[in-house]
């Protein structure tokens, strides 16, 4: 079975902070994604990497920055983190032209 | 136009009925598609990918993809209680490596 692990389940940080979120997949999948969800928002892609090294920006990257040093890890920073960016953060991974597979997700209360 | 939309619901149907959920996609290239299901609090679980025209099954669950009208739908026969949840459709788009989600529709199965 595919296994996406998010670092985290639950996080509170302080505005300005800045924030790092892990995920890490034990498949070799080439794609990684960070989604974040909102209520009556769905998931909304933030950024995501197709091989090491390598990253596209997603529909909403503003405030955030991504890193992908090892295939198997791809890391969400929150450069400095403002209120409106709490919410719940969703990473997934996939082969290519497959389907992804999700973490447990991490919610994220900035205050 | 946004790039995959779903009604939002709540549809309701009683238990033993078919439930059917529906999504249009915008981009005519698109070739990946893929159904999740989602319970409230947790992530996203694949239920169908779909890649060519035409009806997949498996068990209770049948995906249809239409290029022509670029819409997919996803059929679930005997709806159970168990069934209630939000259903997220998602395409890969571009041509790439972008997998975006439409917002999902609540389905409620009423004993």
């Known amino acids: 079975d595919v296994k996406v692990t998010q670092s985290s389940r639950y996080l509170v940080k302080r505005t300005g902070e800045k924030v790092f979120l892990e995920c890490v997949q034990d498949?070799?999948?080439?794609?990684m994604f960070w989604y974040r969800q909102d209520p009556g928002l769905g998931l909304r892609l933030i950024y995501f990497?197709?091989?090491?090294?390598?990253?596209e920006k997603g529909d909403i990257p503003e405030g955030y920055s991504v890193s992908r040093e090892k295939k198997e890890r791809f890391s969400l920073i929150l450069e400095s983190a403002s209120t409106n960016q709490t919410s719940m953060y969703l990473c997934a991974s996939r082969l290519l032209d497959r389907a992804a597979f999700f973490g447990q997700g991490t919610r994220l209360t900035v205050v | 136009q946004k790039e995959v939309e779903q009604n939002s619901g709540p549809l309701s149907v009683p238990e033993g009925a078919i439930a059917s959920l529906n999504c249009t996609y915008s981009d005519r290239g698109s070739q990946s598609f893929f159904w999740y299901r989602q319970y409230s609090g947790k992530s996203p679980e694949l239920i169908m990918s779909?890649?060519?025209?035409g009806d997949k099954e498996d068990g209770r669950f049948t995906a249809q993809l239409n290029k022509a009208s670029q819409y997919v739908s996803l059929l679930i026969r005997d709806s159970q209680p168990s069934d209630s949840a939000t259903y997220l459709c998602a395409v890969i788009v571009g041509g790439g490596n972008k997998l975006t989600f439409g917002t999902g529709t609540q389905l409620k199965v009423e004993l």
């Open positions: 990497s197709y091989d090491v090294k390598m990253k």
């Open positions: 779909i890649y060519s025209n």
């Open positions: 498949m070799d999948h080439e794609n």
